[in-house]
């Protein structure tokens, strides 16, 4: 079941929901250092995360699936959101440099058929950013936040999808250690939370951040052949 699109701006537009973002930030700028000069593509709800790199990168996109729903962004001039099918992106091939997948997989149905289109899109060793809910953290437990809806993932089922759309996982990061709570003390503590859970229980965090790049050998598989699982 998806998120609708307006119950995901009012969870980021909380205190938890901030700091949320800036955790997860901190995070895609470990994998993506400079994206001057690239094109990145936000497929789900993305607008929090591609607002980071707006002023850098030379071309920022959303992609927001139907089911979801669509809002305008950003909130001054042009907009930049493209309304897509779970597996159909309107974009040429090989015209992206980066993806961002998050608020998508876990919610898809069709999440062969959604990383087969993002791999047609991306360009030759091109690079995505996925950023699922991890089964083993109690975001995944409350559906307080977006993280508690959809399938959670484990790191192995994570990266085992990905390798079986084409892709190569370079590395998992965890993400997210702070309680999902409105709490003002709770989220005073984030920085805490987040040092603590990295050293002490990595394994527990409430989201994966998953970067793999486009594999090119038997890419040929990407237009003959079908998983039953997308059937």
Known sequence: MWNDVTSLRKFYQTNLGKVARRIICQHLRDS?????GQRILGLGYATPYL???EDEAEQVLAAMPAHQGVLHWPKSGGGKVILCGEGQI???DVSIDF??????????VQHHRMLREVWRILIDGG?????VPNQRGIWARMDCTPFGQGHPYSS???NYLLDDTLFTPVKTQNALFVPPSQSDVVIASAPAWEKLGQHIFPKFSGVLI???RKQMYAACLLYTSQSPRDQ
């Open 32 to 36: 993506w250092k400079n994206t001057s």
């Open 51 to 53: 607002s980071h790199f």
């Open 90 to 92: 309107p974009l040429p």
């Open 99 to 108: 993806v961002l997948l998050v608020h998508a997989l876990e919610c898809s």
């Open 127 to 131: 690079q995505l950013l996925t950023i």
């Open 156 to 158: 192995g089922k994570l």
């Open 210 to 212: 998953s970067e793999s």
